[in-house]
């Protein structure tokens, strides 16, 4: 073993390869891209079936490679008794790895490190197995390649693959020069093995023959026959001498070869007789031979294994394996069932071979004889590979297991379980921590053992599972007892111990996602007697099974309570999760609604009505002793994950309560998350698996990340935590493996920072434009022709009608003409028409009443029905003269939903739009519009199915009869002969215009014979909503079934493709007003989200109206559209109190708003002018003292924003006294810890922690507001933005804290630690500006310009750094009058230089930076007085931000070195400041 441990320093301790440039470091310290500071691979993807060269090995640094699926997966393998390591894993994309295989030499200098492989896409490529980078390829095969080896032609190392279509391509990879040599008549090379002592030639497989072949030039040197079958494998003997027995090793002759096809076929096995005596008869007539070898052997799939002699040109035994050495009933022949593979391997002289059932056996050799032994039974299935690495043979079987055998020791070293597919779901077992359950993509569970004594032990079950195993859940009290559901929908369990399985009655049609142990869900009503019972989620239903029954009908939880009953089951449901005590079960639906029910009575508990997209996953915090219980986290389609402290709701047992705010949302992931872990060591740590391709660890308490894995290259479903270890987890992604990681070995903190690391490594390669194929070109312009259409009106899938021609004939004439174009015309306005729309619909189900619906039905007097018509008729009109004011005034009063740019939509387009959407009877209106339109535009085909709908076909013929326009279609129409043969005629033609893709037209012949709901029926199952819709209102307007069914065809594709306003409208019309608020809720826009607010209204959900106005003035307030939040308030009752956090935004905005003006003007920060308002303070106070400020760029102000936001309070009726009751509101409705994800949230934020602080009710709130606020702009870790807080907050500086409010004495801490940032930003600003190129010109220029006395005098301007009257005051260190001590300095001199200068800064800053060497230093003084002061905040900036440091001291002393550097400063002025930081330092450590 020493001697092998220095051998692997010798060749890995070397620092580059001639050919292929440095290695990064050596192999078994080297940065495996597979890891990024990540885990271990636990399983890896399984090794290919089929193939011989799919496994290659390397004995010298004990290397294992494996061609698995779509990567390359390395292994080092020692020789003790431990489970291999994965040490490399090269992915390969889309394309499929067939054949590897290593150098054979790892001490070659050029090609040692690297690793040929053969893909699906018959790309023959050479890797550097270190970096996984390819290092050459070539594609000269043009079909499928079977065979990989390594060679030599004149001194240079090749790649010879051989394969379909007789050609052998030998590839010189160093220069890219290949040689391809071709086979006539021999179709397919199956294998290739060149000769270990003449690398020049090699053995090529073609069928039943083996050839040996000169890589040089490709001639044939010698064929060799004696295979009855196709030949799988070929493989050399590598020990010297003879393979035969010792005393058997010189009878080496043609006739003792014969002997055994002239006998009986005989296969001997260890028991067999002593075979001395039956060979005495051949032996006794050998010829000998001088010449032996080169040997090798050859198996075929009939089972048969030739051992050749080359020099004599013939082999010298052959043996056939057996089925199985055990079990089976031994047979002289046994017949042969498709391809039977058999794998060889050489040791120490001795022929290893598997069998078909999964054996590994040695062989004994001698001419004409042979003699096996069984060394395992470690495979169930049929053995592909076997490789030798040192002593252990390693094979690798259909069971998707590599099996390590030490030969001489004959022990069984490690089981390697793999994986075929992508694995489903993983789960520990609660009552053994060290068995883990892996379901996966083909048809098993694996049941992983990490306490036996072999490592990872596992077990496989796939005896009567049928389909991928999709789910799994351990049973709470029964130990080994695994729920299962799969792709099928199969549900069952197995038990562990024995293995067996137990399935379910088949309920589910498709897939089952979720399956749980529970306890009965309403016993009562169910008549449940046992205490445990297996429930499955799949085709939107949830079902209970009893496990003492598995053969009874299960109980459908929907159906246990009425659809019309309040605590009604939502019908899209997607996830649900029993809470740790069981009393509780929480739904998730696709809508992103949470309801939570108590499990007893299935009575509705509470409804979570935070998140707008569908639900991936529910999980309740586990049960621990702390008192971190009753927390339910929340996974959905959106990038956040959501934290509900359910607590309060639960223990109060209220019924029916609403819950608009989540206690806390973690943001973070770049992509959907669907899967979600809470540690069981540790409260409140959560991990979470996303789409981003990676998993997230999180610390729900505070909210923060704690640290990110990114060692999956695709998208990760699932994570775990390990129940033993609290620093190990394991997850698994779209990839063939499942990782196992440490957090503490992660230094990534979120995705973001992961990305950044791995940004190298995942290479997005960009499509070429110029190689798109045509299907990609004609799918983009099938697409762009959509979305244009749609935008002109043209009907779409979304819309409910599909863009297809009417005909042949009429495809060829042009493109498909809609039906409807007056109202595409009306309705192709922006999102706010709709809404408009949507809100008149409101209005008139209103005021129609409960008795004067649309789908009331109808009955009418045959005799007075002409009568009646006409009434109805002069009725309409009258009403339509008086419902055109009524629309008016409604867009009037909620004109605030027009988007800018648009103009208020006439009254008759309302009315227009409404009349599909509306009663039946305005319909005829619509389409008689639609006639005009179509025949204006000479479009008779059309204007002749409307009329056709309509029930006017008669009028219609006529008249085209005048005007000679008839067509095929009315011709056909009017019945010639007989009614029956019409309708026949109709139905049969009907059903041909179907077929070839005419379905409006078939659907109007079936309507020509009465055939209405079938036309439906048909429209519907084409996506022909809108049409749909037209005909079962002119035909059939009083059933009110089938409106139901076709509005919610139309309603559900809506949702599907997106069109949430298109669903509402839709459900609303036919009285689902909930769900179309439902709909409504799930677009983000502020619009939207009032709209869905006045509709819950509407429904009288009062709870959902105010989480949905609430969310609509969010979202106003985060796009700054404070007109919509003025209107909206006007209409949402209740909210009050949002004027004022809406005034305390607006005076921020301004704020913001501002600087950037001044930014442009040039002038300085906030309010007005430094100069004016100096002055106005100057003459208030009579000229004794001027103004003080506490740094250079801020003014003083006038009005402190604070107090702006008092007297706007005071304004709109907001008084003191109502402060305590503000306070407990905007508590309530904005409890929810938010981080920041952009500048517009960030200030959101921060006016909601400003509103609470100035509404505090004592200093212990008002100070955790207000760090609250600081915490915000910490988080966002920009300094500019940090910047204008502190600056607002405080605008005449840190002397004056008074505009802080009445607390600002008392509380401290928090005041410290403001005044502290405050400094600290402008420390930052001062920092980055010196760090630039501007800084050095700019305080050279002014040195020059202005210090330099006008004599002329160098010498002296240069020794004068500052003036006795600053060099005073700096020694006195008065740290409020720095405004004063800067106007001392020379900065008034009005110069040309000097005014040029100050124009070029000023512009586009807010931020007005020292202009002299002078005033920097006079700020450094500054800064320094007050870091001594406020320093001992310090400690608690680690707790608010993880993004910035906040060293002042740190950028102090680099301005320090900056001002050095200049040279403009004195050289004791420059030691007196570093001397003055050293010393504040000093005591700030002491502190």
């Known amino acids: 073993m020493e001697e092998d441990t220095d051998f692997q320093y010798r060749f890995w301790d070397r620092n580059e390869f001639l050919s292929f440039g440095p290695l990064i470091c050596p192999f078994p310290q080297h940065d495996y891209d597979i890891e990024h500071e990540a885990g271990e691979i636990l399983l890896p993807p399984s090794p290919n079936w089929f193939l011989s060269n799919a496994v290659d090995s390397r004995s010298e640094d004990g290397l294992l490679v494996t061609a698995s699926f779509k990567s390359i997966v390395v292994y ?137 072949v000169s890589l040089k030039d490709g001639k044939i040197l010698t064929q060799l026959k004696g295979h009855e079958y196709e030949i799988y494998c070929v493989k050399w003997y590598l020990g010297n001498g003879s393979p035969l027995e010792p005393d058997l090793s010189g009878n080496n002759s043609r006739a003792e070869a014969l002997c055994d096809s002239r006998t009986k076929e005989k296969v001997s096995s260890e028991d067999s007789p002593d075979r001395g005596s039956k060979s005495k008869n051949w032996r006794e007539n050998t010829v000998s031979s001088s010449e032996t070898g080169p040997f090798f052997a050859s198996s075929d799939y009939g089972r048969n294994i030739l051992l050749w002699d080359v020099s004599a040109k013939r082999y010298i035994v052959k043996a056939n394996v057996p ?93 390697i379980p793999t994986l075929g597919a992508s694995a489903t779901t993983l789960s520990f077992c609660p009552q053994d921590v060290n068995r883990l359950a892996i379901g996966s993509l083909d048809n098993n569970i694996r049941l992983l053992n990490f306490g036996s004594p072999i490592p990872l032990q596992t077990q496989t079950i796939f005896h009567n599972i049928n389909g991928k195993v999709l789910s799994f859940s351990w049973h709470p009290v029964h130990e080994g007892r695994l729920l299962f559901g799969t792709a099928t929908g199969q549900v069952g369990w197995t038990d562990v111990a024995s293995g067996r399985v137990t399935t379910f009655a088949y309920h589910h049609q498709k897939s089952v996602y979720k399956v749980e142990w529970g306890l009965p869900v309403c016993p009562e009503k169910t008549g449940s007697s046992e205490d445990w019972y297996a429930y499955s989620f799949g085709d939107r239903e949830i079902v209970m099974r009893s496990s003492s029954d598995p053969m009874a009908d299960p109980v459908c939880l929907q159906k246990l309570v009425a659809e019309s009953e309040v605590n009604a089951l939502p019908k899209d449901v997607t996830e649900f999760s029993f809470s740790p005590d069981y009393k509780y079960l929480a739904l998730g639906s696709q809508d992103g609604q949470v309801r939570v029910y108590r ?164 290479n997005k390669k960009p499509k070429d434009k110029d190689t798109e194929t045509a299907e990609e070109t004609q799918s983009k312009a099938v697409e762009l022709s959509l979305s244009t259409e749609k935008k002109n009106g ?275 019309s036919i009285g689902q007003v909930e769900s179309a608020a439902r709909a409504m809720a799930r677009k983000s826009d502020a619009g939207s989200l009032f709209v869905a607010a006045q509709l819950y209204a509407g429904a009288e959900k009062d709870d959902l109206a105010k989480a949905m106005g609430l969310l609509a003035l969010k979202e106003a307030s985060l796009k700054h559209e404070h007109g919509k939040i003025e209107s909206f308030l006007q209409h949402l009752p209740g909210f009050d109190w949002y004027k004022a956090v809406s005034c305390c935004h607006n005076v921020y905005l301004q704020i913001l708003q501002q600087v950037s003006s001044e930014m442009e003007k040039g002038e300085r920060y906030l309010i007005g002018d430094t100069t004016e308002n100096r002055e106005g303070n100057t003459n208030a106070n009579g000229g004794e003292k001027e103004a003080e400020s506490a740094a250079v760029s801020v003014p003083l102000v006038l009005r402190p924003p604070l107090e702006r936001i008092r007297e706007d309070w005071s304004n709109i009726g907001i008084i003191q006294e109502q402060y305590g009751d503000l306070y407990e509101t905007v508590t309530l409705n904005f409890s929810m810890q938010q981080t920041p994800t952009n500048v517009k949230q960030l200030w959101y934020l921060v006016t909601v922690a400003t509103c609470k602080m100035l509404t505090s009710p004592n200093k212990e709130a008002w100070e955790q507001h207000l760090k609250t606020a600081l915490g915000y702009a910490l988080s966002w870790g920009k300094v500019d933005q940090l910047f204008h807080l502190t600056h607002a907050l405080l605008p005449r500086g840190t002397s004056d804290l008074t505009t802080l409010g009445n607390y600002y004495l008392e509380a401290e801490e928090a005041v410290s630690l403001l005044c502290y940032i405050y400094n600290y930003s402008e420390i930052s600003l001062l920092h980055s500006f010196l760090e630039s190129d501007e800084a050095s010109s700019v305080l050279k220029i002014q040195n020059s310009s202005i210090d330099q006395p006008k004599d002329g005098s160098e010498k002296e301007a240069n020794n004068v750094p500052i003036t006795d009257d600053v060099s005073e005051s700096l020694e006195n260190r008065n740290v409020d009058t720095l405004e004063t001590q800067l106007e001392t300095l020379s900065l008034t001199k009005d110069t040309d230089g000097l005014r040029k200068t100050l124009e070029i800064n000023a512009k586009n800053r807010f931020y007005v930076p020292p202009q002299s060497c002078k005033e920097l230093t006079v700020r450094v003084h500054h800064y320094l007085d007050h870091l001594e002061k406020n320093y001992k905040t310090l400690h608690d900036l680690d707790r608010f931000s993880t993004n910035m440091s906040c060293d002042s001291e740190k950028f102090l002393g680099e301005i320090i070195l900056k001002l050095k550097e200049i040279g403009k400063v004195e050289v004791g002025d420059i030691e007196a400041l570093s001397q003055r930081l050293s010393e504040v330092a000093r005591d700030n450590s002491s502190k």
């Not at 035909?1035 to 669903?1063: H, P, Q």
């Open 76 to 212: 080092k393998v020692t020789q003790e008794k431990a489970l291999p390591k994965v040490i490399k894993l090269i992915p390969l994309g889309n394309e499929k790895v067939l054949l590897v295989k290593l150098h054979p030499n790892a001490l070659e200098t050029k090609y040692g490190h690297t690793l040929a492989v053969v893909s699906d896409t018959y790309t023959v490529t050479l890797f550097n197995m270190h970096s996984g980078e390819v290092i050459s390829q070539h594609k000269e095969h043009e079909k499928p390649v079977n065979g990989i080896a390594w060679g030599n032609v004149g001194g240079e190392e090749v790649i010879v693959t051989v394969g379909s279509g007789g050609r052998m391509v030998v590839w010189q990879a160093r220069d890219s020069v290949t040689r391809v040599h071709s086979f006539p008549y021999m179709n397919e090379l199956s294998s290739v093995e060149v000769n270990p002592k003449d690398p020049s030639q090699a053995l090529v497989a073609v069928l039943k023959t083996v050839l040996l």
């Open 794 to 1068: 043209g009907s779409s899938v979304t819309g409910g009608t599909k863009s297809t021609s009417i005909s042949a004939a009429a495809s060829k004439k042009g493109h498909f003409k809609s039906f409807f174009p007056k109202f595409h015309t009306v309705c192709s306005k922006k999102k706010s028409f709709h809404h408009l729309l949507l809100l008149n619909l409101l209005y008139q189900t209103k005021t129609a009443g409960p008795g004067n619906g649309h789908l009331e039905e109808q009955v009418e007097d045959v005799e007075d029905l002409e009568e009646e018509l006409e009434e109805e008729k002069n009725s309409e009109e009258e009403v339509k003269e008086g419902s055109l004011p009524g629309i008016r005034s409604l867009c009037e009063k909620y004109s605030c939903l027009l988007e800018k740019d648009t103009e208020m939509p006439e009254p008759d387009d309302i009315e227009y739009a409404l009349s599909l959407y509306g009663n039946p009877n305005q319909i005829d209106g619509l389409l008689a519009a639609e006639i005009d339109a179509h025949e204006k535009k000479e479009n008779t085909t059309q204007a002749g199915l409307i009329h056709c709908w309509q029930g006017s076909l008669a009028d219609h013929i006529r008249q085209a009869a005048k005007q000679r326009k008839l067509s095929e279609f009315l011709v056909a129409s009017a019945p010639q002969v007989s009614m029956k043969l019409w309708q026949f005629a109709c139905e049969s033609y009907a059903e041909q215009l179907i077929n070839e893709g005419d379905i409006i037209t078939g659907a109007s012949y079936l309507i020509n014979i009465l055939k209405v709901e079938e036309a439906i029926n048909i429209l519907l199952k084409h996506h022909y909503y809108r049409e749909a819709l037209a005909i079962a209102k002119s035909r059939l307007g009083c059933n009110e079934e089938v409106m139901n069914k076709v509005v919610t065809a139309w309603a559900a594709s809506a949702i599907y493709e997106g069109s949430f306003d298109v669903a509402a409208l839709l459900q609303l």
């Open 599 to 762: 499990r007893a009575d299935l009575s509705l508990v509470v409804t979570l009505a935070v998140v707008r997209k569908t639900i991936q996953h529910l999980l309740w915090h586990p049960p621990m002793q702390s008192h971190y219980s009753d927390v339910l986290a929340v996974a959905s389609s959106e990038k956040e994950i959501y934290i509900f402290d359910m607590e309060k709701y639960l223990q109060d047992d209220k019924i029916g309560s609403i819950v608009t705010q989540a206690t806390r949302d973690l943001q973070g992931h770049e992509s959907r998350v669907v899967w979600l872990a809470w540690s069981p060591h540790e409260d409140g740590i959560l991990a979470s698996a996303s789409y981003d391709h990676t998993v997230q660890l999180w610390d729900t308490k505070t909210g923060e990340p704690k640290v990110n894995y990114g060692g999956h290259l695709n998208r990760v479903f699932r994570v775990e935590f390990s129940p033993s270890d609290p620093d190990l987890m394991y997850s698994f992604a779209d990839e063939n493996s499942v990782h196992v990681w440490r957090p503490s070995e992660q230094t990534a903190k979120t995705p973001a920072e992961r990305s950044a690391i791995l940004k190298d490594v995942r």
């Open 323 to 415: 089925h199985s050495t055990s079990g089976f009933k031994k047979q002289s022949k046994d017949k042969v069932h498709g391809k039977q593979h058999i794998s060889l391997g050489w040791y120490d002289g001795n022929l290893y071979s598997s069998t078909i059932r999964g054996e590994l056996l040695s062989w004994s050799l001698w001419p004409g004889g042979a003699k096996f032994k069984s060394l395992h039974h470690l495979h169930n299935r049929a053995i592909y590979n076997l490789v030798l690495v040192g002593d252990i043979a390693v094979t690798s079987g259909q069971d998707r297991f590599l099996q390590g055998f030490h030969l001489k020791k004959s022990s069984h070293m490690f089981q």
